[in-house]
Structures are given as C-alpha cells and as structure tokens.
C-alpha cells in the first residue's frame, strides 16, 4: 500500500474541521485519557469528516471502537499489542500500523504483517517523555531496509525544515504533531507541510525492495 506522505495527527476531532479544508489526506485520531463514549462519538464525527474529505482516518489505540464502528485503519502501539485481537481486526480488513522504537519491537511488529511500520522519536521530541533516545536518520535507512516494501512511518520531532533528509533517508511518510498544532497558524503551517512533503518525496531516492 501507500501512505499519504503528510501523516497529521491530532487530538481532538475539532482539528479536522480545521485541517481537513486545507488538504490533509492522512490523519491518525490520537486521543488520551477521555471517556469511552466520548471516544467513541469523536471516532463517528471523524470518520463522516474524512470520507466527506477523501481523507485517511487511523484511530490510534481504540480497536474495538474502530472495529464496531467500521473504521478502515488502527494504529497501536507495542502495549496495544498485548491486548488487542489482531486476527479479528485484520478478517475485517482494518487495516493496522504499528509504533516500533528498537530492533526487539521492529521484530515483534513484524509477527503481526503491518500495513505500516512507525519508527520514533527521530529527533528529540516534547511532546511526551520518551524512555528512548533520538534514533536519528541512519536508523530510518536502516529500518527501510528491514521492512521494505511495508511502508515506513518517520515521526518525533519532525518539522518542515526537517523534511527533505528525512525522506532522503528512506521514510515513505513523516508524522507530526506539535509543529502542526502547536503553530501560531496551525491551517499555513500545514499547507506548508503538504507541500514540501510532496517536494521532498519527489526528489528523494528510489524505494527499496
């Protein structure tokens, strides 16, 4: 498969009403700490968003609300994993991203055949304290090499500026969060990344595998 180069993730369905108009076409719900139901209504909400949109919507950890819901994309981290019914997911055809942050986990991700392979932080990062230290660059290349032709996702401590070398480095899609809605003008900001994203993925490298 291919991913949408631009991956947004927010965390709160608001941000679509804002972000979808400006061209976002891959975006992960990430939301933390609220209520099932709530949950829930905003996993409704964002799917009639992004299908209105012609947008992908992952919903990161909540399977079960994604599975009833009939959701297309989860994304679940090396916890979620423990816990989660990967077969039932997968006979529904949701298709599943996973979060990796060393060679133990990449192995691990690999057992449950992902649509996509998240590797992270790549620079540090504020937005949460990370157990892990920056992977760097070299780690996105050598990651490629390992899961290729599964698409890769580069996030943690992304911004624009960052963008050409990270997709250089072999990255098929650059997550974001603070640099996006963190931004004085979340809508330029962006536009700015849809844009050189598309730059920086036509000048980089052939694919591997």
């Not at 209105?52 to 950890?61: E, F, P, R, S, Y």
Request: glycine share 6%.
């Amino acid at each position: 498969m291919k991913l949408d180069p631009f991956y947004l993730i927010v965390d709160d369905v608001a941000w679509l009403r804002r972000l979808l108009p400006v061209g976002v076409k891959l975006v992960q719900l990430r939301i933390k700490d609220r209520p099932d139901a709530e949950i829930r209504e905003q996993v409704v909400t964002a799917k009639g968003l992004c299908a209105q949109a012609g947008a992908c919507l992952i919903v990161n950890d909540y399977w079960r609300i994604a599975l009833d819901e009939g959701c297309d994309f989860v994304h679940l981290g090396q916890s979620d994993l423990d816990e989660a019914d990967v077969p039932a997911l997968q006979r529904a055809g949701v298709r599943i991203g996973i979060s990796t942050h060393s060679h133990e986990e990449l192995e691990r991700a690999l057992t449950f055949g992902p649509d996509y392979v998240a590797l992270g932080p790549i620079y540090p990062t504020t937005l949460k304290v990370m157990p892990w230290a920056p992977q760097g660059l070299a780690r996105i290349s050598e990651w490629k090499q390992r899961v290729a032709p599964i698409p890769l996702v580069a996030i943690g401590g992304l911004s624009v500026e960052r963008l050409p070398d990270v997709f250089a480095a072999g990255a098929d899609s650059a997550a974001v969060v603070s640099d996006v809605l963190r931004h004085a003008t979340p809508e330029l900001r962006a536009r700015e990344w849809i844009d050189e994203a598309a730059r920086s993925m036509t000048a980089a490298p052939p694919p591997v595998g």
